[in-house]
């Protein structure tokens, strides 16, 4: 099973839009934020993480992440769900994150505890 990730919002509707639209209600959000960055690419200053889960070929499953923001995902088998395991590290323990990407975490995104009073 792999997750691939996709550069363009194009590019991941080429190769999830159908299968999002086969369930259009259940997905209806994935489908209107990449199209969105399709039809609208000058008016965000967003780099949205798009990707789908595939398994020899075949279309598991699709997410998208525009961070801050929590990531959406769409439907899928639970062991597909496995691939969507997220790991908050401290950025400035350099080992422990460099030993993380070569088992396969790749960063996604920064973020920040506020605590407003």
């Known amino acids: 099973m792999d997750v ?3 550069k363009t919002a194009g590019k991941f ?3 999830s839009g159908e299968w999002l639209e086969r369930a259009e209600a259940e997905n ?16 965000t200053d967003v780099n ?5 889960v595939e398994d020899s070929g075949i279309l598991l499953g699709a997410g998208l ?32 994150n460099a030993i993380y990407q070569r088992i396969g975490y790749e960063p996604v ?3 920040e505890d506020l605590v407003f009073e």
């Open 28 to 43: 209806n959000l994935l489908l209107g934020i990449s199209r969105y960055f399709v039809t609208n690419p000058s008016q």
């Open 109 to 111: 995104c920064n973020s």
């Open 48 to 52: 949205p993480y798009l990707l789908t």
């Open 13 to 15: 509707l080429e190769r």
């Open 65 to 96: 992440m525009t961070p801050p923001r929590h990531l959406i995902i769409s439907r899928m088998p639970d062991p597909a769900l496995d691939k969507f395991c997220c790991l908050y590290t401290d950025l400035t323990n350099l080992t422990s």
């Open 4 to 6: 691939v990730r996709h």
